[in-house]
């Protein structure tokens, strides 16, 4: 059976790499993440295709490779059905289902979701003259074991901050992921972007490097469980 889908993904994908200018994105699905509970026995995940035209979707999961393909997928979860069709203006609610493999039960583990989206051929189109463009979507899941202690929609409190010239470490004591949206230093009058920051893994530091300008506060805005964003302001040390 993994074999025959083998075969009619890689089909797939041969006739998707056939066309290749117009951008088609009508499909999205709800939530800009998965959180997997440890205890679920499989995870519902609603696809809307909010245009006229039906289109085929290829999903996949991997555990860390952008330029991944349904043929190198490595992540331990099986999406059911691999390969779908939506018409248009309709909904499909896609499974996930976790293999169970060893992971680690004291802190979330980070997975991808990809999803290739190609709108069904339009006959009244010269085919010869026309080229369509692939729309790949790539959105995290989000392991969580039972048990974990901390609310994990207040990870920004439990933070802590040191400074070390132009750099700040920032460490995160908690079992999530905090995925940053981004951060800002300030001065109370001034306030500029922090370039390099970044999601920071569970029970793990990251180094910021601060803008030109000195600031006494630092700013940082993540995404929740539920795809908003929640802020937390800090003290940089002197």
């Keep these: 059976m993994f074999r025959d889908w083998l075969v009619r993904v890689r089909f797939t994908l041969c006739v998707l790499s056939l066309v290749c200018s117009n951008v088609y994105a009508s499909v999205t699905m709800l939530g800009t993440r998965v959180i997997y509970p440890a205890d679920a026995k499989e995870k519902s995940l609603t696809?809307?295709?909010?245009?006229?035209a039906p289109v085929l979707v290829v999903a996949w999961t991997d555990i860390n490779n952008p330029e991944s393909t349904p043929e190198t997928a490595d992540a331990p979860f099986i999406v059911m059905p691999p390969i779908f069709r939506i018409n248009g203006n309709h909904t499909h609610?896609?499974?996930l289902k976790f293999t169970g493999k060893a992971l680690p039960q004291d802190r979330e583990s980070l997975f991808?979701?990809?999803?290739?989206?190609y709108p069904a051929k339009n006959d009244a189109v010269n085919d010869e003259n026309h080229l369509t463009l692939l729309v790949?979507?790539?959105?995290?899941?989000?392991?969580?074991?039972?048990?974990?202690?901390?609310?994990a929609n207040k990870?920004?409190?439990a933070i802590k901050i040191s400074k070390?010239?132009?750099?700040?470490?920032?460490?995160?004591?908690?079992?999530y992921y905090i995925s940053v949206l981004d951060a800002f230093v300030d001065d109370g009058k001034k306030?500029?972007?922090?370039?390099?920051?970044e999601m920071i893994a569970p029970y793990a530091s990251v180094r910021w490097i601060?803008?030109?300008?000195?600031?006494?506060?630092?700013?940082?805005?993540?995404?929740?469980?539920?795809?908003?964003?929640?802020?937390?302001?800090y003290s940089l040390p002197h």
Excluded: C
Excluded at 164 to 175: C, P
Excluded at 214 to 233: E, H, R
């Design 112 to 117: 991808w979701l990809n999803f290739l989206q």
């Design 191 to 197: 306030q500029k972007k922090i370039e390099n920051a």
């Design 47 to 52: 696809f809307n295709n909010t245009g006229e």
């Design 210 to 233: 601060l803008p030109d300008h000195s600031g006494s506060y630092l700013t940082i805005n993540a995404i929740n469980d539920y795809g908003g964003v929640f802020s937390k302001v």
């Design 155 to 157: 990870t920004l409190d």
């Design 136 to 151: 790949k979507s790539r959105l995290k899941i989000f392991y969580r074991p039972q048990g974990l202690s901390q609310d």
């Design 164 to 175: 070390q010239g132009q750099l700040i470490d920032v460490k995160n004591t908690t079992a």
């Design 93 to 95: 609610v896609m499974r």
